[in-house]
């Protein structure tokens, strides 16, 4: 016996969401905007108002010194929007990226700020990015809130390198449990022993 699939329910779209035109209009890109209004011209296909964003940002767009730019665009003709580029990036290396080096049993917590060609050559990823075969010289830090550098005894920083293959890089939170800005930088930690 067969049993019926559940359809699933469709999503509501709100004042807030961010939604995308499935139609765009002659000869334009399809725009992505945040709902501002919500119009009840047609009860049954209510007109969204919008403000545009730009769709990798979510941050408005604007015309000039006239502010905002709107658009209104049917219900029925918009659906909800999720960034998949910026969501789904990959994370890579770059100078000022800190990372977690773990070897053996060995964990340091470092700040990269140099790539380094294993033959003493001039590595390419200063301009290109990292590509996967560079050193990584890092300046050790606490993993403690603040991340302060480690100091050799006579005051210099502690240096270390090491290969990408052995690095995790760190999320760093810099806002606090009410989401503010803070000027204390900590490292989000998961299951780790610090």
């Given at each position: 016996?067969f049993k019926a699939k559940k359809k699933k329910k ?37 007109s969204l108002e919008c403000v545009e964003v730009d ?140």
């Open positions: 016996m469709k999503k509501e779209i709100e004042i807030g969401d961010v939604i995308r035109e499935m139609v765009a209009q002659k000869g334009k890109k399809r725009r992505v905007g945040e709902v501002m209004m919500i119009l009840m011209d047609q009860p049954d296909d209510p769709p990798d940002e979510l941050t408005a767009k604007t015309k000039g010194s006239d502010g905002m730019k709107l658009f209104r665009v049917k219900k029925s003709r918009a659906k909800h929007y999720t960034p998949r580029k910026t969501l789904f990036k990959k994370k890579v290396f770059k100078k000022g990226t800190i990372i977690r080096h773990k070897r053996g049993t060995t964990i340091k917590y470092g700040q990269i700020v140099c790539f380094l060609h294993p033959d003493g050559l001039y590595s390419t990823s200063h301009e290109k990015g990292y590509n996967g075969k560079d050193l990584l010289e890092c300046v050790e830090i606490s993993p403690k809130p603040g991340l302060a550098q480690q100091m050799q005894a006579d005051g210099e920083p502690k240096r270390f390198t090491a290969h990408g293959k052995d690095c995790k890089i760190m999320d760093v939170i810099t806002t606090n449990a009410q989401g503010e800005e803070c000027t204390v930088r900590r490292l989000k930690v998961e299951e780790e022993q610090v």
